[in-house]
């Protein structure tokens, strides 16, 4: 057999003949790519038990550091079970380079373990990981206050120009797309009351579930959600980067503070931008349900707005408007907060950015049961 | 074929810019090749055109003799697994550890067992002397010189035949920077690489490097030992070499050879 051409690494272990020395023949490449066959089976070669082995390596053609890795671990397992191994005929250059990942080599222990956790310490540490953030967001809710305050006392102080910025993207560029969603929410709302009402004899009632639902309920609810999803993120994801490449703390050094630079504008911008953009989704929401009341009850345009008139008064309104300022902050300030707890990487900004909107909506809807209990307590 | 790499009539255009303007150099297997020049000089891109990262305007450049301008991702994956890269900050994969990371691309490329893919990880760390422990940190425990060798034991990780460093001693205090000279030496000496950086370090230029090729104006101003440079009479390479700091770096070389026992 001509070993030398093979481009496989190859070795063939021949038992001793009676009370003679077992011998091992390397041959062919002993590189990365032509040990990967032979390395699950060097093991379980016909090795000799005790004795002498002499390793003939002289048709080995090529080596490199893991060809070399293999052949020294081989070698030295077989010397740690009592076998006299001997290597000959390597070449005087390849001898180097296993003399050196000898060297490396032999300092190495295997990967460490990995410390298991058990399932009560996993719960332990997640209840005190959350504990731990709970607390860290509301001293940081804490320090954006102050900051507000501070900003308020001197208007001056604050930057308008990146207010604007955030209002423009959070604000005027979601316009297409949180008016078409309550647009389609109102069809949707319309198109479901429309079967029901119509059993009744009370078509002209669609008028009162699609302008109560929306103006109460859905249309704030449902911007805050979109503008979690398209701006709380982007909170996130910027502040998160801009820690990752310490641009936060360049910030500090200069002397300003992140949070009046980073955080106070879109505050104040969500806070604008949320219940502006809450009145023109309750107008789209409204319009989609009376094009639906139109096409599948045949109530007119006319018809339909005389009797919202008379369905919505101004609480209704207010209850519904009242909220989107308090959705903006919760948005912005998750939004924010998420984006200063990255750590390190960018693994963590996207790990920040996924947390922040899950967070910010579970918020955002518990605190609209919150609003609903509140306001039926008093009564509005 | 001795020559590993090899460009002929290189043009490159930013726009209307041309960086590379008829750009020639040849580098020998075995030898530390070192490109350099001043800030925005094309160092770089002429090292990512090699790299196949970035495709040139005209002209050729040949990889062990084969032809990459021009070759698609597919045709250029066994090219690629003869050569590693050590970008300038590392580029270390931050979510895996630098045992996972120089892990990853033996899983990626070979069959090899779990077990000697740790192993082999392991022996990649400890050849670029970093510390056992080292293995298990990611990447943003270490400070910036160990980031470095992890980054080039991620960079030998497939045993390539060349190896490209960017900037290898760049953001370095001194000490950290000198054992990266002595780190490439070895690395040629005992795996017998081939290989080629772009530096801006004069020191590791004296100590390291074979060969030297000047980039600017477009053109390669001059290629040769450090020896060989400092006697060429163009304004900008005399000033690359004889500004203050070159004097310093090159006399202390000298003083370095004259005191070893040769």
Known sequence: ?380 | MDNVVEITDLVTRFGASVVHDGVSLAMRRGEIFALVGGSGCGKSTLLREILLLHAPAAGSIRVFGREVVGLGDEEALPLRRRFGVVFERGALFSSLTVAENVGMVLHEHTALSPRLVAEMAAIKIALTGLPADAGAKYPNELSGGMRKRAALARALALDPELLFLDEPTAGLDPLSASGIDELVRNLRDTLGLSIMMVTHDLDLLWRAADRVAVLGRGHILGVGSMDDLAKLDDPLVHEYFYGPRGRAAREQAWKRSSTLPS
Not at chain 1, 154 to 169: E, G
Not at chain 1, 312 to 326: E, F, N, Q, R
């Open chain 1, 1 to 380: 057999m001509n070993a030398v051409e093979t481009a496989q690494a190859v070795l063939e272990v021949v038992p001793p003949a009676g009370a003679g020395v077992a011998r091992a023949t390397c041959a062919g490449q002993w590189t990365i790519h032509g040990i990967a066959e032979l390395e699950p089976h060097i093991d379980a070669k016909p090795w000799p038990a005790t004795g002498s082995l002499f390793v003939d390596a002289t048709q080995i053609s090529a080596l490199d550091t893991a060809g070399a890795w293999l052949l020294h671990r081989t070698l030295t397992r077989l010397r740690a079970g009592g076998i006299d191994a001997q290597l000959t005929g390597l070449r005087p250059e390849l001898g180097a380079l296993l003399e050196l990942v000898a060297a490396r080599g032999d300092g190495i222990g295997t990967a460490p373990a990995v410390a298991r956790v058990g399932m009560f310490e996993a719960i332990g540490r997640k209840a005190w990981d959350d504990a731990r953030n709970i607390a860290g967001f509301l001293s940081f809710v804490g320090e954006s206050f102050q900051v507000l305050l501070r900003a308020l006392a001197q208007p001056r102080r604050i930057r308008w120009r990146a207010v604007l910025h955030n209002v423009q993207l959070a604000g005027f560029d979601a316009l297409p797309i949180t008016g078409l969603l309550s647009f389609l929410m109102g069809i949707v709302i319309a198109y479901q009351g429309a079967d029901q009402l119509r059993r009744f004899g009370a078509n002209i009632f669609v008028a009162d579930l699609v302008g109560i639902a929306m103006l109460r309920e859905l249309s704030p609810l449902l911007t805050a959600i979109i503008v979690a999803g398209r701006s709380g993120s982007a909170f996130t994801a910027q502040i998160g980067t801009m820690k990752v490449t310490e641009e936060i703390d360049a910030l500090r050094t200069v002397g300003i503070v992140p949070q009046e630079l980073l955080v106070l504008p879109k505050l104040l911008a969500l806070m604008i931008v949320l219940p502006l953009l809450t009145v023109y989704t309750d107008v789209t929401g409204v319009l989609g349900g009376m094009l639906m009341a139109r096409t599948q009850l045949g109530l007119t345009f006319q018809v339909f707005f005389d009797r919202l008139k008379e369905a919505i008064v101004l609480s209704t309104y207010l209850t519904g408007l009242c909220k989107a300022p308090v959705f903006a902050a919760i948005i912005a300030l998750v939004g924010c907060y998420q984006g200063f707890r990255t750590a390190g990487s960018a693994d963590s900004v996207g790990r920040q950015t996924t947390i922040s909107v899950v967070q910010s909506i579970f918020l955002v809807i518990v605190t609209d049961a919150i609003f609903s209990i509140v306001f039926n307590l008093l009564d509005l």
